[in-house]
């Protein structure tokens, strides 16, 4: 572990393809929504075009990767650098590293994968049902409470916990290797999901490319993380969206334009 040692006393470092993947996702976002390619990304044009459900799937996670990109590295970058440092004493540093990076996006593959999945059932039930059809607001406004109390669990704390402490993570369970690479860019990627999926929820719900949800959401899901108050955050943020759907479960009308389309 004197790989470590040396590591945690440098956490500046960051090799130039992260900040570049992070600048390059944001111009991607930008110009999808300039350019309108943004909202023919999204779930629900996909979903109800006439396309084949696995092309739009693939196309999907095609622009998530962009958005994960551009969201939740950002909030990462502790760790990142910090694995960085380590890794720059051992053979083929650049694998290690995108192995490192290869075993964190295939956690948020999944989680767009079942997101999408799941976003396909809910329209099928919307299709099927004219109660639901007459009030999808529901939906939308359950998103919002689900985010709002998830902010109070015991498993947002935890894993908010380890993502705030990278360096007795990475004490733990380092290994040398693209394999013992990709294992920690997993696990490092489960705990960032816990910490982070249900306002990734709401991203998803507000569409690829919607760039003030992009904006605020990474704000705060990084502050969470990286913050000297980020723990003061947490609950001031979930009184918020407990607020915020308690109105627009009162009174449909509140909710906002990018959730309304989102079923």
């Known amino acids: 572990m004197s790989a470590l040692a040396r590591g945690s ?3 500046g470092g960051l090799p130039v393809a992260i900040p ?8 991607l976002a930008i110009a999808a929504e300039a350019t ?8 629900d044009a996909l979903i109800d075009g006439h396309m084949a459900f696995g092309v739009a ?10 958005m994960v990109a551009a969201m939740m590295l950002p909030s990462s970058l502790p760790m990142m650098s910090l694995f960085h440092r380590v890794v720059a004493g051992q053979p083929r540093p650049g694998r290690a590293l995108a192995a490192f990076l290869g075993g964190y996006a295939l956690v948020w593959t999944a989680f767009g994968w079942a997101a999408f999945c799941g ?15 007459g009030h999808t607001w529901l939906i939308s406004g359950g998103v919002l409470a689900l985010a709002g109390a998830f902010q109070f669990s015991a498993l947002k704390d935890r894993c908010l916990t380890v993502c705030r402490h990278p ?9 040398r290797g693209p394999g013992g690479a990709f294992a920690l860019g997993r696990r490092h990627g489960l ?7 249900a306002l990734m929820l709401l991203m998803f719900a ?11 959401l990474t704000a705060l899901m990084a502050y969470e993380k990286t913050g000297a108050r980020g723990a003061r955050a947490v609950p001031v943020a979930g009184v918020a969206l407990l607020v915020w759907a308690a109105v627009v479960l009162a009174h449909p009308a509140w909710l906002p334009a990018a959730l309304a389309g989102s079923v």
């Open 206 to 216: 507000a569409g690829v490319a919607n760039l003030w949800w992009m904006a605020g």
């Open 20 to 27: 570049a993947a992070i600048a390059g996702a944001w111009a």
């Open 9 to 11: 006393s440098r956490l």
């Open 167 to 175: 360096y007795g993570y990475l004490l733990e369970h380092y290994r």
């Open 191 to 197: 705990f960032c999901l816990g910490c982070c999926w």
């Open 36 to 43: 309108g390619v943004g909202h023919r990304l999204h779930h």
């Open 119 to 133: 976003d396909g059932t809910i329209h099928y039930a919307v299709d099927h049902s004219a109660w639901l059809r």
């Open 57 to 66: 799937l693939v196309l999907f996670l095609l622009a998530w990767q962009a």
